[in-house]
């Protein structure tokens, strides 16, 4: 969609005792996650001795084939899905990042953002350190490169780094020899670990570790390190804070298939719908969705009200990052191509529609509009999470606080602008009570300005 809060990035690692298939199990973990990322794919593999790597713009159908695969061979190895929040979009952004340095070769993948990334860069690049690229990605692995020098180990290094950084982060490194997965002190950013026979496995979701029918072992905790190499596995606890997993997660960025964090992604999202109900008691002939992440709301919606779901849009799965942008005077037809209205199920009905977020408020807009073409009688649209009134800095990429609807007008004067009949939102308790079941503490930044990590100047 044109108004959405932009994916974040997807990370996958695999540490092999005797596969020779890595770089093909890291494809298909990524091709999982491609929902997290679409703007760049890369695959860094280790045959023990030396890491190998390709990374490219587009998608990872697009960037990968078998011959490259088959070239990037390998036991051990990492992957990375991108979507920019630091940095534009170029070949030097891509991730995996990969540095030799007097220690040797390092290659990060990373999802998150840092809050303090210019005044890092700064003291490197003071101490004669120089960049390739515009990413925090890039100062995060060069730190664990100098600290590595400066303490002649790799997880002290890493323990160090982990000190001066600020922000969300969820973090593979690969040595020619050894994999290494860490989250921070808050678990803003998700990351779990799995295994396939005699492999461990890590990603951002359960979602891509099931794709390769790996079997999950459980999330790395926040503020651990995980080390393997080929005596096992060691996990070092570093730092914890209070827990604050982003809930937009299991409001948006997740696939509806995950577990994070203990939590069944499906399983919130239809709790957010139940809540909405009980929350607004509205009524009406149908409920409808905005797919994908508004269907299993809406599921929970029809379920408390006992009003019949249906289908009330079709979605092209064929408009991928290669469908033209149309000019502003065509961006309504452009929305046609992606949702068309169902016009046999809305006409001369009062309709519910749910969805996951409003942004700037354009695409509902013309949404709403399209039901009202379809000849809908009442439009009530439904969202299953607070208005998003602040910007995120943690690896969400947001719009600034002034292009955000929900930051310069109140709820009433939305649905006018939207062109709605009603408009509710989910309230704050009754998100966190929709997530409850993790039992852990859930960053609602984006909705009560709430930083968790206090924001540098600048940022």
Do not use: W
């Amino acid at each position: 969609m044109f108004d959405k809060l932009h994916e974040e990035c997807g990370v996958f690692g695999v540490f092999n005792t005797k596969s020779d298939l890595t770089s093909q199990l890291i494809y298909y973990g990524l091709f999982a996650l491609q929902h997290r990322g679409q703007e760049s794919a890369g695959i860094a593999v280790s045959d023990g001795e030396q890491i190998n790597y390709y990374k490219d713009e587009g998608l990872v159908q697009e960037v990968f084939d078998p011959k490259l695969l088959n070239f990037l061979s390998g036991v051990h190895g990492i992957g990375h899905v991108r979507y920019s929040t630091t940095g534009g979009t170029t070949y030097e952004n891509a991730q995996p990042v990969v540095i030799v340095s007097s220690v040797g070769q390092m290659a990060l993948a990373h999802n998150g953002n840092l809050v303090n990334t210019k005044i890092l860069m700064k003291e490197l690049e003071d101490q004669g350190a120089t960049f390739q690229s515009s990413t925090d990605s890039e100062t995060i692995l060069k730190l664990v490169a100098k600290n590595t020098i400066e303490t002649g180990d790799v997880t002290e290094a890493i323990k160090k780094t982990m000190s001066v950084i600020k922000g969300g982060y969820s973090i593979l490194i690969l040595t020619p020899d050894r994999l290494y997965a860490f989250r921070d002190p808050m678990g803003l950013r998700p990351l779990i670990m799995g295994r396939l026979d005699d492999s461990y496995v890590f990603a951002s979701e359960s979602c891509a570790i099931d794709s390769i029918k790996g079997d999950i072992i459980r999330d790395v905790r926040p503020g651990e390190i995980i080390v393997v190499d080929r005596n096992g596995i060691h996990s070092e606890h570093v730092a914890t804070n209070s827990t604050h997993l982003c809930s937009f997660e299991f409001v948006y960025f997740a696939r509806t298939d995950s577990v994070i964090d203990g939590l069944n992604v499906y399983e919130a999202r239809v709790n957010m719908g139940k809540r909405l109900f009980a929350e607004t008691g509205r009524l009406a002939d149908i409920v409808i969705d905005i797919p994908d992440s508004g269907t299993s709301a809406a599921l929970g919606y029809s379920a408390a009200s006992g009003i019949p779901f249906n289908k009330g849009f079709y979605r092209n799965a064929y408009i991928g990052r290669t469908f033209i942008s149309p000019k502003q005077d065509m961006r309504e037809i452009g929305v046609n191509f992606k949702l068309s209205p169902i016009r046999r199920n809305v006409e001369g009905r009062s309709v519910i529609m749910i969805d996951d977020s409003i942004v700037r408020g354009t695409t509902i807009t013309r949404i709403v509009k399209s039901l009202r073409r379809a000849g809908a009688k009442e439009v009530h649209v439904m969202i299953t999470s607070p208005p998003v009134k602040y910007s995120c800095f943690y690896g969400i990429d947001t719009p600034d606080r002034k292009q955000l609807i929900a930051a310069r007008k109140p709820v009433e004067d939305i649905a006018i602008e939207i062109g709605a009949d009603s408009l509710s939102y989910l309230s704050h308790d009754g998100l966190n009570a929709s997530l409850a079941d993790a039992g852990l503490g859930t960053c609602m930044a984006c909705f009560d300005g709430n930083y968790p990590v206090p924001i540098e100047e600048g940022v």
